[in-house]
């Protein structure tokens, strides 16, 4: 499966943006989708993921109450709404697709994730 990450950009603080990530390839429905970070200088880390049919979801205690991750199976893709935006999100931010474990679980080990779209840059900055 072939994924592409779009949406990032320049946000002020407290802002909100809306990533996309369209699939291509393979139906979707046989992934858990994921959406992962790496700021400067850090290690990439897991924010949120979502099971194949979206009615479990996992997040990042660092967004949890401020990001939504949701999926269209039938458009092949998967979103994240990021809502109260701080300097802290700013990172590219990379989709993520998974067969590794059971569908129905919204798995957040980036280890079983082998499935990666090409980053899109957030920027929260005034």
């Known amino acids: 499966v072939q994924l592409q990450a779009s949406g990032g950009g320049l946000v002020q603080p407290g802002g909100s943006l809306s990533l996309s990530c369209a699939a291509s390839g393979r139906t979707l429905t046989d992934y858990v989708l994921g959406w992962f970070r790496q700021a400067s200088g850090k290690e990439r880390e897991f924010v949120a993921s979502?099971?194949?049919?979206?009615?479990?979801?996992s997040y990042a205690d660092s967004v949890k109450g401020r990001f939504t991750i949701s999926r269209d199976n039938a458009k092949n893709t998967v979103s994240l709404q990021m809502n109260s935006l701080n300097s802290d999100d700013t990172a590219v931010y990379y989709c993520?697709?998974?067969?590794?474990?059971?569908?129905?679980?919204?798995?957040?080990?980036?280890?079983?994730?082998?499935?990666w779209g090409q980053g899109t840059l957030v920027t929260v900055s005034s």
């Open positions: 993520a697709a998974s067969s590794y474990g059971p569908r129905w679980f919204a798995d957040f080990d980036q280890g079983h994730f082998a499935f």
């Open positions: 979502i099971n194949w049919s979206g009615s479990a979801t």
